[in-house]
DNA sequence: GTGCACTATCTATGTGCATAGATAGTTGCC
DNA sequence: GGCAACTATCTATGCACATAGATAGTGCAC
């Protein structure tokens, strides 16, 4: 459901089509969830016909047309519902833990290039999110900007301390991973 | 891939059949990676097609049967070869801080409650896996044994400091995401 | 000797997502 | 006027997983 509600969110600010949203999925929002084009149109097919969602169609140039859609009341109802009700968490299923409980069946230098690569990976996350959380605090996000242009101004701080607590968090778990990786290069060392 | 090789992972110990590995996806792997039996019976039955297992009819009571399934060489090599091919990291797709990210549309309360719960969550999994530690470190766990008496000597620090290793990751991870949480109620309460 | 918890396995349906490939119109540039 | 890059959308296949329900034998306790 969070695919939904990934759009719903974005929809709250103004209508898009499934393009628009489809380059949100690949830049801002994506940092926290993605999609692709195959699972987004679909989706708002679907979205359309639940009443979440109200399209209509737009001309585009001579001979085309795309699809606009817009979040119902419905739609916004659904949206604060989902933000009202607790999420439940999956079981775990970790790829990079599973691993490392039998890192000893790896050779050194594989594991050593593993446990680079996951710094490299938060690494490179890290500069993102901490590039979005410059975006914030200068004003520089344009979807934000548009968003609050949609709500009272009494409404602002909440807006914007709700997104960088986001990132935040993000950046949190990207320290985590990286310290704890950089243990594991250090321990491989002893190992030998 | 990944439950193909925890099952790999768990038979390079001794074989098993589906339902052992289902009490233990239930129990210590379970910490790390989560399995139903309606995965597992069918994975078993396709490694045993493709090569990596070999199971035996065995005989249960009176009128039972159970198959129990060995790790063969190929199935050694596979997981070999797995232990050493670095993951790719999936796309991110995280429910809890897309949702953090519009916390606005939550009302305090409803926020405040999922945010507890999620220290509520990590908190669990946090005791759980200092409770693992502790069987690692005072050799009370079981498979862990049976492991070492499958290995050298030599090998036994290794293999010990890994699971040790891993453990301490998700419990960064999960100190990491309390500490977050706590700071989202905190923040709660100074925008109020 | 019956009931109950446990061992053991299988099947069916649906969702979410990855991957890949197809189609067609638009805009701008050289 | 043609080509490339971009906008816009759709479809197909397959895997991983959740959820749920079915079947049947075992072992123990009362």
Chains 1, 2 share one sequence.
Not at 18 to 43: C, M, N, R, T
Not at 58 to 64: E, K
Not at 162 to 180: L, N, P, Q, S
């Amino acid at each position: 459901m969070s695919l939904r509600n990934a759009i719903l969110a974005l929809l709250t600010v103004e209508p898009m089509t499934g393009y628009d949203l489809l380059k949100h999925f690949e830049a801002s929002v994506g940092h926290v969830w993605h999609a692709p084009d195959s699972q987004i149109y679909p989706a708002l097919r679907a979205m359309e016909k639940d009443g979440l969602l109200e399209g209509t169609d737009v001309t585009w140039g001579q001979r085309g047309t795309k699809r606009r859609y817009a979040i119902t009341e419905a739609g916004r109802t659904a949206f604060r519902e989902w933000m009202d009700t607790p999420l439940d968490y999956p079981r775990d299923r970790d790829p990079v833990h599973l691993k490392a409980a039998y890192l000893e069946w790896a050779t050194p230098d594989a594991a050593r290039l593993q446990l680079r690569a996951h710094i490299a990976h938060y690494t490179e996350r890290l500069e993102q999110w901490r590039e979005k959380i410059r975006e914030i605090e200068t004003g520089g996000s344009d979807m934000l900007n548009r968003r609050l242009a949609t709500v009272p101004s009494s409404q602002h701080e909440r807006t914007i301390a709700f997104k960088r607590y986001t990132y935040e968090g993000m950046i949190a778990r990207a320290d985590a991973e990286i310290a704890w990786a950089e243990r594991g290069l250090k321990l491989l060392d002893e190992l030998e």
